[in-house]
């Protein structure tokens, strides 16, 4: 292995190191106590290092919610695989992402509620987000119904799903109809 190598090796290391830290720090205290002070403490390295990695917090943001985003995609494809029959696989997505939701808030936070400088439906929209409404498209296209676009009836789904995870979240619906709502949403909205 080469010197350049073992140094790429290294500073790959040290971002994920970075990103798990954030996601952590955000995930116990919420991300106002995400700061590069408090990350370079934790990580045992100098700001001047971290800011070798990331211009600032809106980064170190936008690479935990590319992270997120590869997470609940591959969430939504396993438990979807799992599933048997159209309506079954779109109660079990609408599950997945609830749950990822509902699991990993400061994350969830990060992909749809907080500025991580990402571009979302664009051509320069990152891999990750482009694969994570795939997972969706590729589960939810099949149910949209005769005549839509399965594209927009994707982004509908989901928009209601989000709906879903943040009221409930915020307190605003109470979680013993959580099993009724994905029931409701699905039953309107998929054709099988």
Avoid: C
């Avoid at 500073?11 to 002070?37: C, K, N």
């Avoid at 789904?157 to 605003?172: E, I, K, P, V, Y």
């Avoid at 013993?176 to 994905?182: D, F, I, P």
């Amino acid at each position: 292995m080469s010197v350049q190598e073992r140094k790429e090796r290294e500073r790959a290391a040290r971002e994920r190191l970075i990103v798990a830290t954030a996601r952590e720090l955000a995930e116990q205290q919420g991300w106002d106590a995400v700061t590069t002070r408090r990350l370079a403490e934790r990580i045992e390295y100098s700001q001047p290092v971290l800011y070798s990695h990331f211009r600032g917090k809106r980064e170190i943001i936008g690479a935990v919610a590319l992270q997120g985003a590869a997470e609940m995609a591959a969430a939504v494809r396993a438990t979807a695989s799992a599933a048997d029959g159209p309506r079954n696989r779109v109660t079990a997505v609408a599950h997945a992402y609830l749950d990822f939701a509902e699991r990993n808030p400061a994350v969830y936070d990060a992909m749809f509620q907080l500025d991580g400088g990402l571009t979302f439906a664009a051509e320069d929209t990152p891999e990750p987000l482009k694969d994570g409404f795939a997972a969706l498209l590729e589960n939810l296209g099949e149910v949209a119904g005769d005549g839509v676009h399965p594209g927009l009836f994707t982004e509908v789904f989901w928009a209601a799903l989000h709906g879903l995870a943040t009221l409930t979240r915020a307190g605003r619906l109470p979680p013993a109809e959580a099993e009724r709502r994905v029931e409701l949403l699905v039953g309107r909205l998929a054709v099988a």
